[in-house]
């Protein structure tokens, strides 16, 4: 009775209301998909550099981990597909000490990227980023001491740990600077140039 109401305000066919509507329902859902589909592609491409020969500590992980919170929010897919990606690539590469450590400091950069999920800026993409990087390094290295039995497990040993680290960590923050710049602005990029994979992107008349 509603949409016959409206109809008739309209002075349209409710069957021609309805199709109308279902057309951009459909649109709207083929954008989401599109600009999906766009996000996990980046997301993996990502991952797949780590196969490319690269400086030690200067992978895509952190800033894939950031992109994917950032660009994909509180969903679960946010967690399944940064981690997804970072074991197909483990797959290739074998597995390591301290694995567990690593999966655990990707999650909680995804977590940091919420933190821009609402508001990007240069500014806030590079606190994030290096808030990403100290994680990383921190949790990382904190496993390296514990299970590597390179140290003593005294707070001497865990020192020594982090010390005999600080070198990888400006790799670490560069290439976590770097590779954030490449997909936070790659995509800003296509958004642009490709209004389907805006947010919220309105459907365009046929």
Do not use: K
Request: one cysteine or more.
């Amino acid at each position: 009775m509603g949409g016959t109401l409206i109809a008739d305000v309209l002075g349209a066919d409710p069957a021609g209301c309805q199709i109308g509507a279902l057309r951009i329902m459909q649109a709207v859902m083929t954008a989401n998909h599109a600009r999906l589909l766009a996000i996990l592609i980046a997301i993996v491409g990502a991952a797949a550099l780590r196969l490319v020969p690269h400086p030690p500590n200067f992978t895509p992980i952190g800033a894939m981990a950031l992109f994917s919170g950032a660009y994909l929010g509180r969903r679960s897919v946010a967690f399944i597909a940064p981690l997804a990606a970072l074991l197909l690539s483990d797959l290739f590469l074998g597995f390591y000490h301290g694995m567990a450590f690593v999966y655990a400091t990707t999650a909680l950069v995804v977590a940091i990227g919420w933190w821009l999920s609402t508001r990007r800026s240069s500014l806030r993409i590079v606190a994030a980023s290096l808030a990403g990087s100290v994680t990383f390094f921190a949790l990382t290295n904190f496993g390296m001491w514990l299970f590597s039995g390179f140290y003593p497990l005294t707070p001497a040993g865990l020192a020594a740990c982090y010390v005999a680290a600080i070198p990888f960590f400006q790799n670490t923050v560069v290439g976590d600077l770097f590779y954030a710049g490449v997909l936070f602005g790659g995509f800003a990029l296509l958004e642009r140039a490709i209004p389907a994979l805006r947010q919220g992107a309105e459907p365009q008349p046929a």
